[in-house]
């Protein structure tokens, strides 16, 4: 499923804003970016039908610097060819262990860490299985673009535990996998996983 036109719109115009306001120093320069900001806000409110642009507006503020896509890490861990979920607070839904990666840090390094933050446990790093741009594969609508990698991972040890974001860490079977949180992965992405499972030798997925 495609992103709705709006939000294409409304991440155009803030990523036109934010790297203006980035390199402009002419006090209408500033001006004119502010307001294109403003605007993406309010579309995007409208568009999410939020009942303030406030929170929008409030989150755009916070990005500074040339506008690029963020990156999101995601870990297929297998153990008797089951695979690793953890439950998300957010939304009740399952998803790969991961998250974003801080600035300053590998990608491998940020998937392991956010695997044993989230799930409790710990993980050797493998292979790059896929990087996907997320407005490609069907996760419902979110305020920036983003790059989605997926790792494979080798289970070292740990045991299940809880998190601040995540409440529930089990390894379910290709067939009878929870309900997930689409926002963060795809039935057809955990799939994939499970090919590179069966078959080492694929190589890296991207697009």
Known sequence: MPNPQWLTWARRLQAIAQSGLTFCHEKFDVQRYQEISAIAAEIMASGAALPSDEPIAALFTEQAGYATPKVDVRVAVFHDSRILLVRELEDGGWTLPGGW???????????????????????????????????????????????????????????????????????????????????????????????????????????
């Open 101 to 207: 990666v801080d600035v300053g840090e590998p990608p491998s390094t940020a998937a392991a860490r956010e695997t044993r933050e989230e799930s409790g446990y710990d993980v050797r790093v493998t292979k790059l299985a896929a990087l996907y741009d997320r407005n490609l594969h069907g996760h419902t609508p979110h305020a920036f673009h983003a790059y989605k990698l997926f790792f494979l991972g080798e289970l070292c040890g740990g045991s299940p535990q809880d998190s601040h974001e995540t409440a529930g860490a089990q390894f379910f079977p290709e067939h009878q996998l929870p309900p997930l949180s689409l926002s963060r992965v795809t039935n057809g992405q955990i799939a994939h996983m499970f090919e590179h499972l069966r078959n080492p030798e694929l190589p890296t997925s991207f697009d």
